[in-house]
Nanobody, 126 residues
Framework: QVQLIESGGGLVQAGGSLRLSCAAS????????MGWFRQAPGLEREFVAA????????DYADSVKGRFSISRDNAKNTVYLQMNSLKPEDTAVYYC???????????????????WGQGTQVTVSS
């Protein structure tokens, strides 16, 4: 498994931006497709975005399309989530996850992922 550590969360006003980072260690980072999920209090963990191992393919939840952007730097073993035009409903703990899937088709469920970070809190005030 790969070890994952998220950072970059915080408190931001509605309409603001944050960039989350997820640093990986322990295995070859480029062997993994990566995803971001989030979980609000009392709700299930939900898919946000995914990126293929090359970075050439991405997928987003409808709720964040056009506002969030996922990217990766395999030289730095890091995946990013740029979040713009944030809304109060984006408030959640954000988790990055790694999967050995060679495609990001179907990797929108938590069961598709092998490794998880500890999460970082994002709070958007109205």
């Amino acid at each position: 498994q790969v070890q994952l550590i998220e950072s970059g969360g915080g408190l931001v006003q509605a309409g603001g931006s944050l960039r989350l980072s997820c640093a990986a260690s322990g295995r070859t980072f480029s062997d993994y497709a990566m995803g971001w999920f989030r979980q609000a209090p009392g709700l299930e963990r939900e898919f946000v975005a995914a990126i293929s191992w090359t970075g050439g393919s991405t997928d987003y939840a409808d709720s964040v399309k056009g506002r969030f952007s996922i990217s990766r730097d395999n030289a730095k073993n890091t995946v990013y989530l740029q979040m713009n035009s944030l809304k109060p409903e984006d408030t959640a703990v954000y988790y990055c996850a790694a999967t050995t899937s060679r495609t990001i088709v179907g990797v929108t469920t938590t069961t598709a992922y092998d490794s998880w970070g500890q999460g970082t809190q994002v709070t958007v005030s109205s």
